[in-house]
């Protein structure tokens, strides 16, 4: 399983960007996909995951959407109304054992894809 994320990039803070992550090698549908991130300093922490709905972490608040199309065979992470506390590297992930309980945890994923840099300036 193969998984390339893209569709980071510098914006301003308020403006939005839509994520990618194009997996080959497997259908999303049989896979839990996840979105990570880290910023410069700090562990890398869960963003969003698709198992069989979305599950996101506390921190979203309603600004993020993580989606997916199967046709396509890519996940989507939609970050609206951004601001510099935002500013990481996205990792975005897959593994098919995910469970509720472990799917905030990194180490659970056995794929991942090489990050794409998301920087929001004020």
């Known amino acids: 399983v193969q998984l390339q994320a893209s569709g980071g990039g510098l914006v301003q803070a308020g403006d939005s960007l839509r994520l990618s992550c194009a997996v080959s090698?497997?259908?999303?549908?049989?896979?839990?996909m996840a979105w990570f991130r880290q910023a410069p300093g700090k562990e890398r922490e869960f963003v969003a995951a698709?198992?069989?709905?979305?599950h996101y972490a506390d921190f979203v608040k309603g600004r993020f959407t993580i989606s997916r199309d199967i046709a396509k065979n890519t996940v989507y992470l939609q970050m609206n109304s951004l601001k510099p506390d935002v500013t990481a590297v996205y990792y975005c992930?897959?593994?098919?054992?995910?469970?509720?309980?472990?799917?905030?945890?990194?180490?659970?994923?056995?794929?991942w894809g090489q990050g794409t840099q998301v920087t929001v300036s004020s």
């Open positions: 992930a897959a593994d098919s054992g995910i469970t509720l309980s472990t799917m905030s945890k990194d180490t659970a994923y056995d794929y």
């Open positions: 698709f198992r069989w709905n979305p």
């Open positions: 090698g497997r259908t999303i549908s049989r896979l839990v």
